[in-house]
T-cell receptor
Framework: DTGVSQDPRHKITKRGQNVTFRCDPISEHNRLYWYRQTLGQGPEFLTYFQNEAQLEKSRLLSDRFSAERPKGSFSTLEIQRTEQGDSAMYLC???????????????FGSGTQLSVL | AQKVTQAQTEISVVEKEDVTLDCVYETRDTTYYLFWYKQPPSGELVFLIRRNSFDEQNEISGRYSWNFQKSTSSFNFTITASQVVDSAVYFCALSGTSYDKVIFGPGTSLSVIP
């Protein structure tokens, strides 16, 4: 069990550029979540997958954000035409899906810190 | 609406003092789950505990204890005899049967001073 890994750890980009982040969940986990965290705030939900299906996307999420999880393994989060307000830590988490109605705990990666200049 | 409130933004204590972190939640679900996560300076969120809404027994794990009170919609976290290594941001979180995603509170930053 190597944990949840995210790549890159840091990304600096210019406003208007596109960026893509990758998340590799724990192998047997069928759920994968993306959160965004800004300084002094709690993680804010962006979207989540059950296997390859994207089950929910936050209404706060701009159309510039898109996420995929092909084959239900790793996931990518793409931000198009980045804006300075997109600067944040992007966190990925994985978990086993609910078992017997019990929501399982999340395992988090170290995050990707995005800075938009 | 589902919401988690952590009224204490920052707490500072001297080592060996006890400290309680408050968490108040709102949900319309009758079945829900409460969590505490720790985020040390290194940044990675670490799971501490999960509680379901039908289990109001308090739990103790070493120096950590949790007090779940449904009547006041609170799930407070106490660290006994705090240590410098307890310095971190602590998040209370909530999920329920009508919304699988985990909703986090704003966090409480705890500083334990030697």
């Amino acid at each position: 069990d190597t944990g949840v890994s995210q790549d890159p750890r840091h990304k600096i980009t210019k406003r208007g550029q596109n960026v893509t982040f990758r998340c590799d969940p724990i192998s047997e986990h069928n759920r994968l979540y993306w959160y965004r965290q800004t300084l002094g705030q709690g993680p804010e939900f962006l979207t989540y997958f059950q296997n390859e299906a994207q089950l929910e996307k936050s209404r706060l999420l701009s159309d510039r954000f898109s996420a995929e999880r092909p084959k239900g393994s790793f996931s990518t989060l793409e931000i198009q035409r980045t804006e300075q307000g997109d600067s944040a830590m992007y966190l990925c988490a994985s978990s086993l899906g609910p078992r017997e109605g019990i929501n399982e705990k999340l395992f988090f990666g170290s995050g990707t810190q995005l800075s938009v200049l | 609406a589902q919401k988690v409130t952590q009224a204490q933004t920052e707490i500072s204590v001297v080592e060996k003092e006890d400290v309680t972190l408050d968490c108040v939640y709102e949900t319309r679900d009758t079945t829900y789950y409460l969590f505490w996560y720790k985020q040390p300076p290194s940044g990675e969120l670490v799971f501490l505990i999960r509680r379901n809404s039908f289990d109001e027994q308090n739990e103790i794990s070493g120096r950590y204890s949790w007090n779940f009170q449904k009547s006041t919609s609170s799930f407070n976290f106490t660290i006994t005899a705090s240590q410098v290594v307890d310095s971190a941001v602590y998040f209370c979180a909530l999920s329920g049967t009508s919304y699988d995603k985990v909703i986090f509170g704003p966090g409480t930053s705890l500083s334990v001073i030697p």
